[in-house]
């Protein structure tokens, strides 16, 4: 694991898009896995700035991203699906019909989590993971568990997890409860991971997935596993 620590969010941002950029440069046709939450607004800020600059070329990406909350139509302005639109998609010349992100509104849910796996299968699986944490330590939605689940599947948010998203929510209540989320095959068989973090409060979850022992009760401890792993963390 290549652990550096940045000395701002915005650093931390250039860092990472610095990584992704290359990626997209050395293979244009990258297939890029994608996460939402706050931490990787800046690295999308940052690849945005820089499609500007005339530096990238989105035209022959594909994307998958990590997760989507159950319930939630594209439009919902907290689905992750928009979340994409707004944050980068919108902004850059990727073809949106080369970008997907679970259907939260799926009728069923089982039979769409076995075709988003062998869809990422059939691009030839991730180049570039781009990834988050959560406070439990989750990645994507893996929630905390007694063991580890590879395929795409729908999970039940942790309590803790639903608190820490509320802020997007006009109240708790509101937060779906369950999400789909791609599972720890798709994540570790990425030929490359990027993962973010930044704030105090992610500090001692990411000592732990770091340094502590590879535990489903810290799903991002399997990380420790994969060859090609970069965590980039900020305090700030
Ligand atoms: C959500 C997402 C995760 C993300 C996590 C952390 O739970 N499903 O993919 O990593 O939030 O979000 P933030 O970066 O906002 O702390």
Do not use: W
Not at 17 to 45: C, H, R
Request: charged share 25%; hydrophobic share 40%; aromatic share 8%.
């Amino acid at each position: 694991m290549n652990v550096i620590i940045a000395e701002s969010y915005d650093e931390l941002s250039k860092i990472a898009a610095n990584i992704i950029a290359g990626q997209i440069k050395e293979k244009p046709d990258s297939v890029l896995g994608l996460a939402t939450g706050s931490s990787p607004v800046g690295i999308y800020k940052e690849l945005i700035a820089k499609y500007n600059a005339g530096e990238l070329d989105f035209s022959k990406v594909q994307s998958v991203n990590l997760d989507e909350y159950v319930g939630l139509a594209p439009e919902h302005e907290q689905s992750y699906r928009y979340f994409m639109n707004v944050n980068l998609f919108d902004h850059v010349n990727i073809d949106k019909s080369n970008t997907r992100v679970p259907d939260g509104l799926a009728a069923d849910t089982d039979a769409f989590c076995k075709a988003y796996d062998e869809y990422i299968d059939s691009i030839g699986g991730i180049d570039l993971q781009v990834l988050g944490i959560g406070p439990d330590g989750h990645i994507g939605f893996n929630e905390p568990d007694d063991h580890f689940t590879a395929g795409t599947h729908v999970a039940v948010l942790e309590e803790s997890t639903v608190d820490a998203n509320a802020r997007f929510f006009e109240s708790r209540n509101d937060v779906p409860k369950t999400a789909i989320t791609m599972g720890m095959k798709g994540i570790m068989t990425a030929k490359k991971i990027v993962l973010v973090a930044n704030g105090a409060n992610k500090k001692d979850v990411l000592f732990k997935a770091i340094n502590g022992d590879v535990t489903p009760r810290i799903p991002a401890s399997l990380l420790q596993l994969h060859r090609d792993v970069t965590i980039i963390f900020s305090e700030k």
